[in-house]
């Protein structure tokens, strides 16, 4: 579910709106009383309050008064953050929409506040006897500013779209969205948006001997499947495509070495990165930005049966490497490097893989931002680093030296696919690396694609966390 952002150029007396300020001074008398004018300035004075409400009986009337910060990714995440505070008292009094006022001609901040009101306002209701009496009011967001174009207001549009889309594939139960389901929701992201979309079925993943994903598929009933969604514009600015990879399991059970307790509780979300890389591609295609992107999408789950691949396999894989395999919830690293080994055949300027990877990577940083690593990228994971404080995304770079390829060397194949107890994060991302020959940045989003209670504007369940930043990386390259 979407909230709408559009552009106005008036205020009709019925109309519901916000004032935003970060400055008392500021406020038009001529929306407000006397008393009102009195009201605010009193208790913001004595108690700190930010959020005024009036009802005006015909009209809601509210003012924001906005925290001043000069550092301008924190300014803009206080803006995102204060428009999903709002909320609550939008949707308590069953208002369907609401008109932005910028009073300071903050352009960036108005659109800011307005993409914190419908991040925050999504809600996943599919499975509900009732989603009616659940749903949200609020459906409309207007910008009252001088200086915001409607090309900004559609391109936040997309990305917010884009953003609700992978969090509904990540909310999305595997009985409902296995590797088949998933691949065709990929197929139906191309269609709309105009990106080219193959998809690989079992038979052609048998053929071209992706060992890893084809090990990892052995216990289940459901086929794997490879999907391909490319985005070339006649007028791309690159000769080299960018590509992103993104873990597509569906369903993580740990396979043989099944996960105890309630660590298979919320597995369905083993696909973000999948769903985040498709639902990318689909915003830079919708937006039409010139830069020639692809995504890959390996995906199967990986439930157990008596063919299962077990601890002490040894898998070749897409590239010829042969795999030791240690344990087979180490399942996402063998179906990322039959990808990213795929890869190679675009000759690409660089790629991203995205991968719910590993626990120690949500242990060390928690849900507050992404791990990750390059290699031979360095400049180009400044520029995504940048991208991710822009989006508040933020990207926490963890070494990636030589000696730790020390911790997945194999006494009995070339590499294991479990490196020892310390560093995993690390030692996962230098599994994938063996497979790459191209600049190369590993993105481990554990902890924050998926969270158990709201969290600022992210509701409970899947963010879509890596979408914005994508898409802002590459449109800086646009």
Not at 459 to 477: A, D, H, Q, Y
């Amino acid at each position: 579910m979407q909230t709408i952002i559009s552009k106005t150029s008036r205020l009709a007396k019925k109309d519901n709106f916000v004032f935003l300020t970060s400055d008392l001074k500021n406020l038009d008398p001529k929306y407000f009383s006397t008393q009102e004018l009195k009201y605010i300035k009193s208790k913001n004075k004595e108690n700190k309050q930010e959020i005024f409400a009036f009802n005006h009986f015909s009209q809601w009337v509210f003012v924001h008064i906005l925290k001043k910060e000069r550092a301008k990714n924190q300014r803009m995440e206080n803006y995102r953050a204060a428009g999903n505070s709002l909320l609550s008292k939008l949707n308590g009094n069953k208002l369907h929409s609401i008109t932005l006022i910028d009073s300071e001609d903050k352009p960036q901040e108005t659109l800011a506040y307005a993409e914190g009101l419908s991040l925050g306002n999504y809600q996943f209701l599919k499975y509900k006897k009732d989603p009616g009496e659940k749903l949200n009011s609020l459906n409309s967001v207007f910008l009252l500013s001088k200086n915001i174009s409607e090309d900004d207001i559609d391109e936040l549009n997309i990305v917010l779209d884009a953003t609700c889309k992978c969090r509904d594939l990540v909310n999305e139960p595997v009985i409902t969205l296995n590797a088949e389901k998933l691949a065709k929701e990929i197929g139906q992201l191309g269609k709309e948006s105009g990106a080219k979309v193959e998809i690989l079925n079992k038979k052609k993943i048998e053929a071209l001997k992706m060992g890893g994903l084809l090990a990892v598929n052995l216990g289940s009933v459901d086929a794997p499947t490879f999907s391909i969604m490319e985005w070339k514009p006649k007028n791309a600015v690159n000769k080299k495509p960018y590509v992103f990879v993104g873990k597509g399991v569906v369903y993580d059970t740990g396979g043989m070495n099944i996960k105890t307790g309630n660590f298979m509780n919320n597995m369905k979300m083993d696909m973000a990165g999948g769903a985040t890389v498709a639902s990318a591609v689909y915003a830079i295609a919708k937006a039409k930005l010139p830069v020639h992107v692809i995504g890959i999408v390996p995906a199967t789950d990986n439930r157990t049966n008596g063919n299962a691949y077990v601890s002490g396999d040894v898998i070749t894989m897409y590239d010829g490497t042969r795999v030791e395999v240690l344990n087979t919830d180490a399942e996402g690293r063998m179906i990322l490097a039959d990808a990213l080994s795929y890869a190679k055949k675009y000759d690409p300027e660089m790629v991203i893989d995205l991968a719910t990877l590993t626990g120690a990577a949500a242990r060390a940083i928690g849900k507050y931002g992404i791990v990750g690593m390059n290699s031979n990228a360095d400049r180009e994971f400044s520029l995504l680093q940048k991208s991710g404080e822009e989006m508040y995304e933020r990207i926490v770079e963890f070494p990636f030296w030589k000696e730790y390829e020390e911790e997945i060397k194999s006494d009995v194949g070339d590499i294991k696919n479990l490196g020892g107890a310390e560093g995993g994060a690390i030692t996962a991302g230098k599994f994938l690396e063996h497979f790459t020959d191209y600049p190369y940045v590993h993105l481990d989003i554990a902890g924050p694609a998926f969270v158990e209670k709201t969290y600022k504007y992210y509701p409970t369940g899947g963010t879509g966390m890596g979408v914005r930043l994508l898409f802002n990386f590459i449109r800086s390259k646009a």
